[in-house]
């Protein structure tokens, strides 16, 4: 297992060039979405949504609005991680009763718990809120990579789009979401000449303080 996932992060790597007939089917897609869902999120809030886009027409829009990106296109599924604008009470009484719920437990028992993340929530600034709920998407992206490694499929993580065009493009506003982070996900092409470079690390001793 050791071995297995050591093996996957050195053949995984940031896809260039994404063979556009390779489609991924919902059955080799569902393992990586469902890390995603698995992945922890801060006190387990569902901060985030993830949008799924296949539409090619879409993606051409979507393309112009991340730096011309060909993976955009060009990749089986882009996928567009977006977290909640509105990080409020109405969202913990939400997770409180799918809590109560799913462990099939009074809600009155809970009542603690979501006060203390009511509480949380009230002390903190919006500005902080916003940069804290965006920062959850990160892991699950990080979930979603290493995953679809394991399954050889191939990724690549994006920063390199304008989300404010995203957002209209999507109707996220609406919805109440905004983009953060994307990645596409596929098959790597033959060309993609990036697959040969070697991994730009830094050893172990310049990373790891406490370790030598
Ligand atoms: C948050 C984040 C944003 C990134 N944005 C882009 C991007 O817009 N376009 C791209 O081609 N690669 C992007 N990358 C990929 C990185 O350049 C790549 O992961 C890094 O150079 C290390 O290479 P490797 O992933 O192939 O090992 C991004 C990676 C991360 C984690």
Redesign the pocket.
């Known amino acids: 297992m050791k071995e297995t996932v050591n093996k996957a992060l050195l053949w995984?790597?940031?896809t260039?060039v994404f063979d556009p007939e390779k489609i991924l089917t919902k059955e080799e897609l569902h393992p990586v979405l469902d890390a995603m869902r698995l992945a922890p999120s801060a006190f387990g809030l569902p901060i985030w949504k993830a949008v799924v886009i296949t539409d090619k027409s879409l993606r051409t829009k979507l393309r112009a609005a991340?730096?011309n990106?060909p993976?955009v296109t060009d990749a089986s599924h882009l996928i567009v991680l977006a977290v909640r604008k509105h990080i409020d009470e109405k969202l913990v009484d939400a997770y409180i009763a799918q809590m109560a719920k799913t462990r099939n437990t009074d809600i009155e028992s809970l009542t603690g718990f979501g006060d203390m993340m009511k509480g949380f929530i009230r002390s903190k600034d919006a500005g902080w809120i916003r940069e804290w709920a965006a920062r959850q998407t990160?892991i699950a992206?990080g979930f979603a990579l290493e995953t679809a490694a394991l399954h050889q499929i191939d990724t690549?993580?994006?920063?390199?789009?304008d989300p404010k065009q995203f957002d209209e493009i999507l109707g996220l506003d609406a919805q109440g979401l905004e983009s953060k982070?994307i990645f596409a996900i596929g098959h790597r092409s033959n060309e993609d000449t990036?697959a040969l470079a070697a991994?730009?690390r830094l050893p172990d001793t310049e990373i790891f303080i406490g370790m030598n």
């Open positions: 995984r790597y940031a260039k991340a730096w990106q993976q990160y992206l690549c993580p994006m920063e390199g789009f982070v990036s991994k730009v």
